[in-house]
C-alpha cells in the first residue's frame, strides 16, 4: 500500500508535488493557529460573560424596585404592569378569570381575596390603586339616602328611558342599555328583582336602581302551562335550560300534574332562588 502511494506521488510532476507540499503545510498552519488561539481566548470570554450577568440581573431588580406607575384601576392591570409590581402569573390570572365574569373587585380588600397575594405585597401595590368616584363615593351615598326623609313616587321600570335611568347613581350608557336590552329580551320585567340579573350590574347599583323604580303595571306576558307544555316550549322561558325543561316533563310523566310552584322547588337543579319570579311566567 505504501509502495502505491509513493508510485502515484511520483506520477505528478516537480510543480504538481510543491503544490501538495505548499497546501498542506498551509492546512497544518491553520490548525496551529486556531488551537493556539481557542486556548488563549475561550475561557476569558465565557468568564467575561459570566461576570457581566449580576450588574444585568440586578439592574432588573432595581427597576422593579423603583417602578412607579400612575394610579390605575386594578380591575383594568395588564401582565406587564402586575409583573412589575411583583405579582405571579397565577394571580394575574385569578384577576383576569374573575373579571370575565363580569364582576369588579371595588377595594383593595377584595382584589387580595380575589388575586390572593399577600398582605406584603398588597401594601406595596395599594398606593397605586385608583378605584372610580362612585365607588369611593357609595358609602356616602347610601348613608345620604337612608337619612332622607322624602319619599318619591316609584317609577316604572318598563316604562323607563335610559336618562331616566342614569338618574341612578352608578349607572352610564352603557348599563342604561344593558337593561333596556334585557327588558326587551324578556317581553318586559314581572319583577323589580329581575335588574339582578342583567349582566354585569353591580348589586350597589341594583340596590340602588331598587329605591326608585318598581314593576308598577305588570307587561302583557303569555304563560307557560306547565302540566301541557314540552321541552321546547318550556325553553322559551329563560330560566329554563335544556335539562332543567327535559326534567320537569319527565316528573310531570312519573308523578303526574304539578299542583303548584312549589312541586317544581322538589326537582333537582330548580333555581329556587328565583322561584317567585319564575311562577309569574306559569299556569297551572
Known amino acids: 500500500m505504501k509502495t502505491d502511494f509513493i508510485s502515484v506521488i511520483l506520477k505528478y510532476s516537480k510543480s504538481q508535488r510543491s503544490g501538495l507540499l505548499i497546501l498542506f503545510s498551509l492546512i497544518v498552519l491553520l490548525q496551529l493557529v486556531l488551537w493556539f488561539d481557542i486556548g488563549q481566548t475561550e475561557f476569558p470570554q465565557e468568564n467575561q460573560i459570566w461576570t457581566q450577568l449580576p450588574p444585568r440581573v440586578d439592574s432588573a431588580q432595581r427597576s422593579f424596585s423603583e417602578y412607579r406607575p400612575k394610579p390605575f384601576n386594578p380591575n383594568f392591570i395588564s401582565d406587564y404592569k402586575g409583573y412589575m409590581l411583583g405579582m405571579s402569573v397565577a394571580e394575574i390570572d385569578r384577576l383576569l378569570a374573575y373579571r370575565k365574569t363580569g364582576r369588579f373587585v371595588n377595594s383593595a380588600q377584595e382584589f387580595q381575596q380575589v388575586t390572593k397575594v399577600s398582605q406584603a405585597q398588597l401594601k406595596k401595590m395599594e398606593p397605586f390603586f385608583k378605584f372610580p368616584d362612585w365607588v369611593t363615593k357609595k358609602k356616602d351615598f347610601f348613608m345620604a339616602q337612608e337619612k332622607s326623609p322624602k319619599k318619591v313616587a316609584m317609577l316604572d321600570i318598563n316604562l323607563a328611558t335610559a336618562e331616566d335611568l342614569k338618574q341612578v347613581y352608578g349607572i352610564g350608557d352603557g348599563y342604561a342599555q344593558r337593561i333596556i336590552n334585557y327588558r326587551q329580551k324578556m317581553g318586559g320585567f314581572v319583577h323589580i328583582d329581575q335588574v339582578d340579573e342583567v349582566w354585569g350590574l353591580p348589586v350597589t347599583t341594583a340596590v340602588a336602581l331598587k329605591q326608585k323604580f318598581a314593576v308598577v303595571n305588570l307587561p302583557q306576558i ?63
Open 222 to 284: 303569555s304563560k307557560i302551562n306547565i302540566n301541557k307544555a314540552g321541552v321546547k316550549e318550556l325553553m322559551q322561558l329563560p330560566y329554563f335550560k335544556y335539562s332543567l325543561a327535559k326534567a320537569i316533563v319527565l316528573q310531570r310523566s312519573m308523578n303526574g300534574l304539578y299542583k303548584n310552584v312549589e312541586d317544581l322547588a322538589k326537582i333537582s337543579d330548580f333555581p329556587v332562588d328565583k322561584i317567585k319570579i319564575i311562577a309569574l311566567y306559569l299556569d297551572f
